[in-house]
């Protein structure tokens, strides 16, 4: 199978490393001309194979995958396949399989979770879109997703959007979990009974209901700075969060706890210096490689 893979960044380029560790033959465009296969997005297309082409979008959302979306619609026929997995509203999906769909190009959108550490762990999928769409992509999703049985690393969670809308939650419980760990590093740190913080951290790997691949990056990040002292304890929001709160808000479904994480992400950018906020920011760092602001 040979795909376009468009956008190489930091997600991206470990993405066509993974597929083509797999077997899959990779053409990929990024704005970075050191990382890119081709020179535009017109001789990406022109490098596939013809027949039903397959265009994974791997960029930020908003504008840059509109225009990313406007110019596949150029350079794509019908029959081709596109395919969302960046961070994208779920709303937007419907707008863009509409606009592709205008010159009979197909659409599935692909919410993607695993960070920096997916070329090495695979990435949890979870898609929207027709089956039979879904169903031409497989290849891809089992060479991306985790090893193991495929239910377990890959959900076709129903039509165009309810990946990304799956994903928009995934996002949600995990700003809250990050919350929890934050919150119960900052209380070990204020009581000195304990005076090994990392290793009580560390004792909770194995065993234990709390046991996570979150709490193992906490443990990376508290043994490689203890006290946290090199961050400041500023969080910053990706978006998904928050649209998970208004479709809370929307459907009448409480989610106090990630209102609490989100609020709390908003008071760390007033100049708090609160640990908890520190071992959030130090999380997202681990998982993400999101930037951080040095203490």
């Keep these: 199978m040979h795909i376009g893979l468009v956008g190489l960044g930091r997600m991206g380029n470990n993405m066509r490393a993974r597929l083509r560790n797999a077997g899959i033959e990779v053409t990929g465009y990024d704005a970075n001309p050191a990382v890119s296969d081709v020179a535009s997005l017109a001789e990406l297309a022109s490098a596939l ?6 265009v994974w979008v791997m960029v930020p959302h908003g504008k840059i995958t509109d225009d990313v979306i406007t110019e596949l619609t150029d350079v794509l026929g019908e029959g081709d396949l596109v395919i969302d997995g960046g961070n994208s509203k779920w709303l937007d999906d419907t707008k863009h399989a509409e606009q592709l769909a205008a010159k009979g190009i197909r659409y599935v959108d692909a919410g993607v979770s695993g960070g920096v ?22 290849p891809v999703f089992d060479a991306l997703r985790p090893e193991g049985p495929r239910e377990e690393g890959f959900s076709h969670a129903g039509g165009i959007g309810a990946g990304h809308y799956a994903k ?99 008071v760390s950018r007033q100049g708090s210096e609160s640990p908890t906020m520190k071992a959030v920011a130090a999380l997202r760092n681990q998982f993400g490689g999101h930037a951080v602001k040095k203490a």
Excluded: C
């Design 49 to 54: 194979p013809e027949g039903q082409k397959l």
């Design 117 to 138: 550490w997916g070329k090495e762990n695979g990435y949890g999928l979870m898609v929207g879109g027709d089956v039979k769409d879904v169903e031409f992509a497989m």
């Design 168 to 266: 928009m939650v995934h996002n949600g419980i995990e700003y809250a979990i990050m919350q929890a760990y934050g919150e119960g590093y900052e209380l070990l740190e204020a009581k000195d009974i304990i005076h090994d913080v990392p290793a009580v951290f560390a004792g909770w790997q194995r065993g234990t209901v709390v046991r996570s691949w979150l709490l193992d990056l906490l443990v990376l990040a508290i043994n490689e700075d203890p006290k946290l002292d090199e961050l400041e304890g500023y969080v910053d929001d990706s978006g998904e969060g928050r649209w998970t709160l208004e479709e809370a808000i929307e459907l009448a479904v409480p989610m106090p706890a990630l209102s609490a994480a989100m609020f709390a992400r908003f």
